[in-house]
């Protein structure tokens, strides 16, 4: 079964600073989609940025961007210039990209909560 | 509608009671899944529906939990019983489909903070 291990449970970073959020994830398979997904105090999940695993290219969303590292298994998010806005709990998420059986679902980390400073 | 929606926003029930928890998903979206949120741990799977068909019911914790989805859309989540490490936020998905070599992208309502006194 895949797994997915946010290591950091807090992060914080001063307002307009650059800050990186660390996931790995284990699995045999070699094709995938790896997604971070932000939940701010509605408790709404938000996809920030998705990621499939059969492109080499880092996928970047405005300030935010991906390393995508598959041979360490390694999916990490860099928010610039970050904003009061950006203060949330953060989730990393793996799919296969297999389709029927369980393939379908999200796996989750534990999260990190991100606190921004003014 | 715009957006998945769930009901009630929060619910505070008593050990041993029922409760039932209600999602609609978004327009058109085949594919539905619950999942449960506890204090300080990330999303745990609960259960997946295609259709009106629940093809993995694997992480329902126990038979006190129960889901049904009708005319392939709204979903009940009904849990009998309740006890108090049933309280969580219950939060519901949506996506155009289950299968397929699709984008994976999920569409979260805001959901259900029960609390079991």
């Known amino acids: 079964a895949q797994t997915v291990t946010q290591s950091q449970p807090e992060m914080s970073v001063q307002e307009a600073e650059t800050v990186t959020l660390s996931c790995t994830y284990d699995t045999s398979e070699s094709d995938y989609y790896l997604f971070w997904y932000k939940q701010p105090p509605s408790r709404q999940m938000i996809l920030v940025i998705r990621q499939e695993a059969y492109k080499q290219q880092n996928a970047t969303e405005n300030r935010f961007s991906v390393n995508f590292q598959k041979a360490a298994k390694s999916f990490s998010l860099k928010i610039s210039d970050s904003q009061l806005g950006d203060a949330a709990m953060y989730f990393c998420a793996y799919r296969s990209a297999r389709s029927g059986g369980s393939n379908y679902k999200l796996t989750f980390g534990k999260g990190t909560l991100l606190t921004v400073n003014p | 509608g715009a957006g998945v929606s769930q009901s009630p926003s929060n619910k505070v029930t008593e050990k041993g009671k029922d409760v039932e928890l209600r999602c609609d998903p978004i327009s058109g979206h085949t594919a539905l899944y619950w999942y449960r949120q506890s204090l300080g741990q990330g999303l745990e799977f609960l259960i997946y529906?295609?259709?009106?068909?629940?093809?993995?019911k694997s992480g329902l914790p126990s038979d006190r939990f129960s889901a049904e989805r009708t005319g392939g859309s709204v979903s009940t989540l009904t849990i009998q019983r309740t006890q108090q490490e049933d309280s969580a936020v219950y939060l519901c998905?949506?996506?155009?489909?289950?299968?397929?070599?699709?984008?994976?992208?999920?569409?979260f309502g805001e959901g259900s903070r029960l609390t079991v006194l």
């Open positions: 998905a949506s996506s155009l489909t289950g299968t397929g070599k699709y984008t994976g992208e999920l569409f």
């Open positions: 529906f295609q259709g009106n068909s629940a093809p993995d």
